[in-house]
């Protein structure tokens, strides 16, 4: 039964990158970091190209979360984002394939960039080889996925050893977070 599910957590919390940081990653982050239970940590960002300053810049001007609860740095070549006690690395990237091997030992990548490539559980299949994610979360519907997630309805049949594409029936960060932390 679902409740028997044993949760794909390391050390407590589910270890998340963030594919594609528009409206919607920016509110995933954010809604992460103001986690109460603090079950989520988001990671790593991905978004080709874009510079942390670029990934700062969507989160404030999202108007979720105040300027001075934000900020970014690099060090080296590596950037960084911070959203309230949350620190996540921005990894750029050319292609879905090198995104998926700069993976940074995390549980779950959250797609909310989505593409019509999106449509075949192939797209997802590097994210989920051995050693890189557990399960895979698009943000909105798509028939790759082997469960179609209903905040509030069926989310408590999740079965993260069973699903490893989960679709979530609401294009919103918001819905993302609670399945996070399963």
Request: aromatic residues 8%; neutral net charge; proline residues 6%.
């Amino acid at each position: 039964s679902a409740s028997k599910v044993q949760s794909i957590k390391a050390n407590g919390k589910t270890r998340v990158a963030v594919i594609g940081f528009g409206e919607v990653g920016a509110a995933t982050a954010i809604v992460a970091a103001q986690d109460p239970q603090k079950a989520v940590d988001v990671v790593q960002i991905f978004n080709q190209h874009l510079p942390p300053e670029d990934i700062y810049a969507r989160a404030i001007y999202s108007r979720y979360i105040d300027p001075q609860d934000a900020s970014y740095w690099t060090k080296g070549n590596q950037g960084y984002v911070k959203i309230l006690d949350q620190v996540s690395k921005v990894t750029p990237h050319n292609s879905m394939e090198e995104a998926a091997k700069a993976l940074d030992d995390v549980d779950v990548v959250v797609f909310t960039a989505v593409e019509e490539r999106a449509k075949d559980p192939a797209f997802f299949s590097p994210f989920l080889q051995p050693g890189r994610a557990k399960s895979v979360i698009v943000t909105c519907a798509t028939p790759a996925a082997d469960f179609s997630l209903v905040a509030g309805f069926n989310h408590h049949l999740v079965n993260p050893h069973q699903h490893k594409i989960i679709a979530l029936g609401s294009c919103t960060g918001n819905c993302a977070v609670p399945i996070l932390a399963v």
